[in-house]
């Protein structure tokens, strides 16, 4: 199943097993990414952390990472 | 009551149904903290300040940076090493004498927060750095005050209206969960354009007026600006029932 991250596409191995928004950016993001600070939007609509576990892709879903701006 | 001059002096404001005199009045009565006297403090506090906001603290520890002039408007060389709020204060000053201006030369912390935040009417994160902004959106959740949020780096800004009276507003950590490893690129790491951060902290103000004078401020709403290719983008969020700072369990 190919997803996409940040415009990025993103092979995901098994299609037969239910893929979850957490389990693509355990596969897809290095550990120190996971580690930022980020908001994250699927098709365009925002997924709060506390649903990526639940919440399964389907193929060609597009993920969005956005990052806080800090500065001023 | 608005005085015969101050009915003049704000009269392109009065004129506008949604602000009226009665909306006029309301900014005379208001009280604002701006958090950051930099990039985005600087043009905020100067349209408050012109609308007739009543009270202002400003807060800042910073002094003045040669390379703060290009973006930080209110300053000049001969100003440079001086404390920013107070230098803010002062420009203030010369522009609206009647505003009420209260200085707050250090940085933002819990107790600074605890003791003005329950003063104030809302509160204008204009910092520049993530720890900051974490606090001031737990502080504003714990007094129950609106918090109006810009950001900038380089074309790059961010806005956003955290209504903690509103059950199901969303706050910042709704949005941007703390993690282990905090952004640390600011301005100074990243460069940024002077007017990115007027169009930011210009909105910053703008909610704020709109808000104290009784205008509906949408909430759950991340706004995002790129400069560079000229186009906002609204991401619609939620807020989360697990969130740490706001979260019902």
């Not at chain 2, 002094?63 to 002039?69: A, G, P, Q």
């Not at chain 2, 640390?184 to 004078?213: H, Y």
């Amino acid at each position: 199943m190919k997803i996409y991250i940040n415009g990025d596409a993103v092979e995901l191995a098994d299609c037969s097993v239910p893929t979850s928004i957490q389990a693509a950016l355990v596969k897809a993001l290095p550990e120190n990414q996971r580690q930022q600070s980020f908001a994250l939007a699927l098709n365009g609509d925002f997924v709060g952390k506390g649903d990526y576990a639940n919440t399964v892709l389907k193929s060609d879903d597009s993920i969005d990472i956005l990052l806080p701006i800090v500065g001023g | 009551m608005l005085s015969p001059q101050e009915q003049l002096r704000f009269s392109r404001q009065t004129m506008l149904k949604s602000i009226g005199e009665d909306g006029q009045q309301a900014l005379k009565n208001a009280k604002v903290i701006i958090v950051g006297l930099g990039g985005l403090g600087n043009p905020a506090s100067l349209y408050l300040n012109a609308a007739g906001i009543g009270t202002l603290y400003l807060v800042d520890g910073d002094t003045i940076d040669v390379s703060n002039l290009p973006r930080q408007v209110l300053f000049n060389d001969a100003q440079v090493s001086q404390g920013k709020a107070d230098i803010a204060a002062e420009i203030l000053n010369q522009q609206n004498s009647e505003t009420n201006i209260e200085v707050l030369d250090e940085m933002l912390d819990e107790e600074l927060a605890d003791y003005y935040f329950p003063l104030v009417d809302v509160v204008l994160d204009c910092t520049d750095n993530i720890t900051t902004r974490y606090l001031i959106n737990q502080k504003c959740l714990e007094h129950k005050k609106p918090l109006v949020i810009g950001a900038a780096t380089g074309f790059d800004g961010q806005y956003m209206f955290v209504e903690p009276n509103i059950a199901d507003s969303a706050c910042y950590q709704c949005l941007f969960p703390i993690n282990k490893n905090a952004p640390e690129n600011n301005c100074q790491t990243l460069g940024i354009l002077g007017p990115v951060l007027a169009i930011v902290g210009g909105l910053q103000a703008l909610q704020a007026m709109k808000f104290l004078t009784g205008n509906k401020v949408a909430t759950n709403q991340l706004s995002i600006f790129d400069g560079f290719n000229n186009s906002w983008q609204q991401l619609s969020i939620k807020k989360q029932q697990h969130c740490p700072a706001c979260g019902n369990d």
